[in-house]
Each structure stands twice: as structure tokens, then as C-alpha cells.
């Protein structure tokens, strides 16, 4: 199948060999899904850094931040009857979840928008408390006024939730705890207030009734959040079938909110795709592409610590240039250049687009 995406020939723009754990027990597993972000001229990436600790035959181990904010080891033996282990990035033991990887977030930045280095001032974020003790992914930042929003997926033994911290200068960090309580994750807060209130879409997770959805919900303040409404849902038989999830903050047109979301099947194959929101009542999607905007083709997409996937929680926006950095494989951190405009002309409105 083919795409609209222009990818940069320099992909990817980061791997996993090009950053420093943050100490000498742990191994940089995977980079994924950057926030992005203007500020001071230049470009930059909210990096997800997943890392894990080296294994041994015959044993697992993986990391969890104990309740003294330090990592600690947990090891068990494969042969453990009440471990089951059959995917590469969440195991269950005696019947709880707990991630292979620990992840936190990593500051790069860039001048030119493709070659990021990290800056010698720039701490790393790391998970801090209960909510976030096996660590925290995938942020998402926008910039209402003069505050950045940085929402993140907070991940604990309580469960899978969104986070929120913000800053003015990249230096000073102001938890706001979690926004949204488990299961959520996928929050994009829009960066325009709409008839003085916040609007974010997230996606809530029902497994037994309903499915993994795209809802909005509106705040008058950007912590506190509701009249939650379902706004888009996953389609059967297509590229996003099994779960969707929102992209980056949406992005403002003459024809609506333009939202970049991404969709998976049953075999967990990710993809990007577009959906259309009004203007003024953002809870109306009135247009939505039917076939992706962007698939899974280099082999640096279709092959890493899982394969076939793309996934964008961040992107710059210049006219009609889009700009998304993406993660590639769950493993790279990637880039390509999109036409808004030629988005909206694949937008399909009304019943046909399975809105």
C-alpha cells in the first residue's frame, strides 16, 4: 500500500546506539515516539528512552522504580510456572503486568530539524511517585500562551494513566499529577482555547464492552477535565481496527481541527491516518481518511523491537509543510515532511469515511 509521507533520507535520525543510558547497569533497549516542540529557535524531541538491564540465559530481569524513586531489579527464572513472557514488551507475573523496559524522556535538540544532539544543561525526566513507577511515554507537548503542556503516559502496578507536568522555560517542571486515571493514555491538548476553555482528546480503554476509542473532553483550567464524549472509534475490517489513539495537538485549518491519529489492527500492524473536527464544537467529526496517510515500508519501519509500526505524538507545523517525527519499529526515532493540504483533500466526509 502506498503513502503520502516524504520521508528524510538521513532515517533514522536517532538509534538506540546514539545516547548514553542513564547509568552504567541499565542498556538503552529502544527510542520511540518524540514530543516536539519549538522554542528558542530551534527544533526539538521529547524522546522516550526505554531501557532494560542485560539479560542471561535462563532468567529475566526487568526494572521498576521502587518508592524511594530508585530502580530496582527484579529477576525470575523463565522455567517460573506463573511468568508468562510471550511478548517482547510486557510480561505477567503471578498474574500482574509489569513493562520489559523502563522509559523516561529525553531532552535533544536541533537547528536544522534533522541532526538532534543533546544539550549538556538538559536533565532527563523521569517518572516520580506511585503513578509513575514503571516509568512514563509517549508525551505529548503543546503551548497554550506562554506555558508548555506536557502530557505524558504514567505507568504503574495501579495501572495505566496520563500524567501532566508544565513549564515556561525547560527548566522548572510543575507536576500537576494525573489528569486522566487509569486506563488512559493518548492525550493531545489542543493549543487554542475554545469559548475560554481547554479541549483534549484521549483515549480511554474498555476491553470487555466498547473498544480502544478516541474521545474529547473539555477543562477550564487544563488539570481539571470533563464532559468526556466518544468521538471517533475503530472500524472493522480496515488498517485501524482493533485501536486508534491521537497524534499530536490538532492542528488548526480553515476547514476544522486537523488531527494526525494512529490506528492498529489485530497483529498489532500501526499506521497513520487524518480525521476533521469543527471549528467550534471540536466534539463534531465531520471528515476522516479512509485508507492511511502513511504505512510501514522502509525497513527501518518494518523491522525493530516490534515491528511494522509507525507512531507520531509530535510534529511542527510551517504553512503547508507538516513535519512529523515519528517512531519507527518501536526502536528509531524517525522523520517525514506531509502536505496539509493534500490531507484534507483525502479527508471523506459523512458515512462514507466510517466516521
Not at 552504567?24 to 530551534?42: R, Y
Not at 509517549?138 to 503542556?149: H, M
Not at 510534529?315 to 519499529?329: F, Q, R
Request: proline share 6%; hydrophobic share 40%.
Amino acid at each position: 500500500m502506498n503513502d503520502i509521507a516524504r520521508r528524510f533520507p538521513e532515517n533514522p535520525l536517532l538509534m538506540p546506539k546514539d545516547l548514553r543510558p542513564c547509568s552504567a547497569d541499565m542498556q538503552i533497549i529502544s527510542l520511540l515516539n518524540p514530543g516536539v516542540f519549538t522554542f528558542e529557535g530551534k527544533i526539538w524531541l521529547l524522546v522516550r528512552v526505554a531501557e532494560s538491564i542485560a539479560q542471561k540465559e535462563g532468567v529475566i530481569f526487568f526494572p521498576v522504580v521502587n518508592a524511594l524513586g530508585k530502580v530496582e531489579i527484579i529477576e525470575i527464572p523463565l522455567n517460573d510456572p506463573d511468568l508468562v513472557a510471550d511478548d517482547p514488551r510486557v510480561i505477567n507475573y503471578k498474574g500482574l503486568d509489569y513493562l520489559t523496559t523502563l522509559s523516561h524522556l529525553r531532552i535533544m535538540c536541533s537547528d536544522d530539524g534533522v541532526h538532534f544532539y543533546e544539550p549538556e544543561d538538559c536533565n532527563s525526566i523521569m517518572g516520580i511517585g506511585v503513578h509513575e513507577q514503571y516509568g512514563i511515554e509517549d508525551c505529548r507537548v503543546s503551548r497554550v500562551g506562554d506555558t508548555f503542556y506536557l502530557t505524558y503516559t504514567a505507568v504503574s502496578d495501579k495501572g495505566v494513566g496520563v500524567g501532566l507536568r508544565t513549564t515556561k522555560d525547560w527548566k522548572a517542571f510543575e507536576p500537576k499529577g494525573m489528569i486522566f486515571p487509569p486506563h488512559n493514555k493518548d492525550c493531545a491538548i489542543f493549543e487554542e482555547l475554545i469559548d475560554g476553555r481547554f479541549y483534549a482528546l484521549h483515549r480511554p480503554t474498555s476491553p470487555q464492552i466498547g473498544g480502544n476509542y478516541i474521545w474529547i473532553s473539555d477543562s477550564p483550567d487544563g488539570i481539571h477535565w470533563g464532559n468526556h464524549q466518544c468521538i471517533l472509534k475503530t472500524r472493522p475490517g480496515m488498517w485501524d481496527s482493533a485501536r486508534i489513539g491521537a497524534g499530536a495537538a490538532p492542528i488548526k485549518t480553515d476547514k476544522g481541527w486537523l488531527e494526525i491519529y494512529h490506528g492498529a489492527n489485530p497483529e498489532h500492524q500501526y499506521c497513520l491516518g487524518a480525521f476533521l473536527m469543527d471549528l467550534q464544537e471540536p466534539a463534531k467529526v465531520i471528515a476522516r481518511t479512509v485508507d492511511p496517510i502513511m504505512v510501514p515500508t522502509e525497513n527501518y519501519e518494518l523491522s525493530g523491537f516490534f515491528g511494522y509500526v509507525v507512531f507520531t505524538n509530535g510534529h511542527i507545523v510551517e504553512g503547508d509543510k507538516l513535519t512529523i517525527y515519528y517512531g519507527a519499529a518501536d526502536e528509531f526515532v524517525c522523520g517525514a515532511h506531509f502536505s496539509i493540504k493534500e490531507i484534507l483533500l483525502l479527508l471523506q466526509y459523512g458515512e462514507p469515511s466510517g466516521i
